[in-house]
């Protein structure tokens, strides 16, 4: 538990039981003095009000478990004591309408610290929610380099690949023009040594006897 929940502890203790002390002496006091009494009274009661309201901030920052419903049932009890021992006073006239507001006060109070926790939380989950959505954004953006880095070396091999196929086909005419080229001196080679054997064999046959 922090040191500052302690201490706001310490403090409701103090002014509770300053409030039970003075309701006692309330009950033989004088008028003036009851007058005197009352005022200090009610102003300890908003006093640990606004303590409570500190300490159950505190507890919801620390997140931990709060015993202010307590705290706030025992003051209860001690604003009814106060009331009933103003009550059977005799010279001392109460403000009916004040006790009877301290419960839709204290659920007001109780609401608004609600409503001051929800606004909180909404408000974490928009800087959340934000930083989600500039992270996508880079992340995106990231992604789209990539794409545009893989489109432009998938256009470099498509290129390459044209290069390497226009050189294949000159290299296949190459080919076929060597080839044709060869046949054609075979078919001269040929021809050549068609004659020379069909004039060896007219030689032979004009200086046989």
Same mark, same amino acid.
């Given at each position: 538990?922090? *040191?500052?929940?302690?201490? @706001?502890?310490?403090?409701?203790?103090?002014?509770?039981?300053?409030? *039970?002390?003075?309701?006692?002496?309330?009950?033989?006091?004088?008028?003036?003095?009851?007058?005197?009494?009352?005022?200090?009274?009610?102003?300890?009661?908003?006093?640990?009000?606004?303590?409570?309201?500190?300490?159950?901030?505190?507890?919801?920052?620390?997140?931990?478990?709060?015993?202010?419903?307590? @705290?706030?049932?025992?003051?209860?009890?001690?604003?009814?004591?106060?009331?009933?021992?103003?009550?059977?006073?005799?010279?001392?006239?109460?403000?009916?309408?004040? @006790?009877?507001?301290?419960?839709?006060?204290?659920?007001?109070?109780?609401?608004?610290?609600?409503?001051?926790?929800?606004?909180?939380?909404?408000?974490?989950?928009?800087?959340?929610?934000?930083?989600?959505?500039?992270?996508?954004?880079?992340?995106?953006?990231?992604?789209?380099?990539?794409?545009?880095?893989?489109?432009?070396?998938?256009?470099?091999?498509?290129?390459?690949?044209?290069?390497?196929?226009?050189?294949?086909?000159?290299?296949?005419?190459?080919?076929?023009?060597?080839?044709?080229?060869?046949?054609?001196?075979?078919?001269?080679?040929?021809?050549?040594?068609?004659?020379?054997?069909?004039?060896?064999?007219?030689?032979?046959?004009?200086?046989?006897?």
């Amino acid at each position: 538990m922090s *040191t500052l929940i302690q201490s @706001y502890e310490q403090q409701y203790s103090v002014l509770t039981a300053d409030i *039970t002390a003075k309701i006692g002496r309330l009950k033989s006091a004088t008028d003036d003095d009851r007058d005197n009494l009352s005022r200090e009274i009610q102003s300890n009661f908003e006093e640990a009000n606004d303590l409570l309201e500190q300490l159950e901030l505190e507890y919801r920052g620390a997140g931990s478990g709060s015993r202010v419903g307590a @705290y706030r049932a025992e003051l209860q009890r001690v604003r009814e004591e106060y009331r009933s021992v103003a009550s059977n006073s005799a010279t001392y006239n109460i403000d009916q309408e004040e @006790y009877e507001d301290w419960s839709m006060v204290n659920d007001q109070r109780r609401k608004l610290l609600d409503n001051t926790e929800r606004l909180e939380r909404s408000g974490k989950n928009l800087a959340e929610g934000y930083k989600v959505l500039l992270e996508t954004e880079q992340i995106g953006a990231a992604v789209l380099q990539d794409l545009n880095a893989q489109r432009e070396t998938i256009q470099r091999s498509r290129g390459r690949l044209r290069e390497t196929d226009a050189q294949l086909n000159r290299s296949s005419r190459l080919m076929n023009s060597m080839l044709m080229r060869l046949l054609r001196e075979r078919a001269v080679l040929a021809l050549l040594l068609l004659a020379l054997l069909a004039l060896g064999a007219g030689a032979l046959y004009a200086y046989a006897p």
